[in-house]
């Protein structure tokens, strides 16, 4: 029976991972639709697709299904027209939560979303109810495996960027919204891998949550809306770094 168990544990697992993947890629490809439908199949002069492509590769999605996201998008098939949506709220522990979607219902977006902040004695608010907390920017990550940080450093100041950081996950590299798409173009130009990069609502100022049990709430949380369909990011003014230890620990 044990045997019996263990295997149901990791059927579970799989099926766990699979639908998170699934999701995941539902995600990747509505942006990619609605990114090519708004500016054209053409990567170098639509560098919203030319993110969305990135981040479905990076995602190991097969080139076969970018083909026919793009395609959707441009030729404009089936007649889905998808809208985005921002929404802003406290959620538990008076944590600050910007939500971005995709949705051909606003409707059953908002509803959805704001069921999500209700089960977790939140509060959906309306336009730059916590926006002000934040900062739009652009975030370019960089693998720091063979990489001379004064070299970067001297590159990021080249291309305008705002700042760098040295992280365990890679160099971050912060820019201005307006000054996101010239600094990776010239950074790709120089020959710099880019791991990652997109637009975030970067926390003014932190809020630490120090009590394990509330940390966990939020997290659940967060795990609801990020896995809401129509939800393509979550934005937060939690301090990662504190989280993570809490939750780990």
Known sequence: MSGHSKWSKVKHQKAVVDSKKGKLFTKLIREITVSAKLGGADQDSNPRLRQAIQAAR?????????????NKGAGGADGVDYEAVVYEGYGPAS???????????????ASSIRTAFSKFNGNLGGSNSVS???????????????????????????????DLVNSPAGFIVTTTMEGFEP???????????IEESELIWQPKTPLAIRDKDKAQTVMNFLEVLEDDDDVQKVFTNLDEAVLAELTSA
């Open 183 to 193: 600094a990776k173009t010239f950074l790709e130009s120089k020959g710099i891998k």
């Open 58 to 70: 990076a995602a190991n999605m097969t080139n076969d299904t970018v083909l026919r996201a793009v």
């Open 95 to 109: 944590s600050a939560v910007i939500v971005e979607a995709l949705t051909d219902n606003r409707n059953r977006t």
């Open 132 to 162: 002000y907390l934040f900062v739009h920017v652009g975030k370019i990550l960089i693998p720091n495996a063979g990489m001379d940080e004064d070299k970067l450093t001297e590159l990021i100041l080249e291309a305008g960027a705002d």
